[in-house]
């Protein structure tokens, strides 16, 4: 089994910037390659961005050319993937949490991200 924790979220001005990371562990197969997702309250869960294991990247058109993806390699079975947010908005408010790509029924718990 994979085990995904985020971290990095927290409370930030329009304009600013947060970093966040998800630590996927366990799983050589299934830690390498990290989706993100959003979701505000009352509404639908929303794909931010992915980094898939051999390295390409896909974003949302609300987040693309501000949001960048990126994963480390912390040893053989556990992947650090990186959501770097630049020029953060008020819409960017929601729980950030990573997913498993290849083994997509993992998920994590979740970071909160408040841009006022």
């Known amino acids: 089994h994979v085990q995904l924790v985020e971290s990095g979220g927290g409370s930030v001005q329009a304009g600013g910037s947060l970093r966040l990371s998800c630590t996927a562990s366990?799983?050589?197969?299934?830690?390498?390659?990290i989706a993100w997702y959003r979701q505000a309250p009352g509404t639908e869960l929303e794909f931010v961005s992915y980094i898939r294991a051999e390295g390409s990247t896909m974003y949302a058109d609300s987040v693309k050319g501000r949001f960048t993806v990126s994963q480390d390699a912390a040893n053989s079975t556990t992947y650090i993937s990186y959501l770097q947010m630049d020029n953060l908005k008020p819409e960017d408010t929601a729980m950030y949490r990573c997913?498993?790509?290849?083994?997509?029924?993992?998920w994590g718990q979740g970071t909160q991200v408040t841009v006022s």
């Open positions: 366990g799983d050589t197969y299934c830690s390498n390659g």
């Open positions: 997913r498993s790509t290849r083994c997509s029924d993992y």
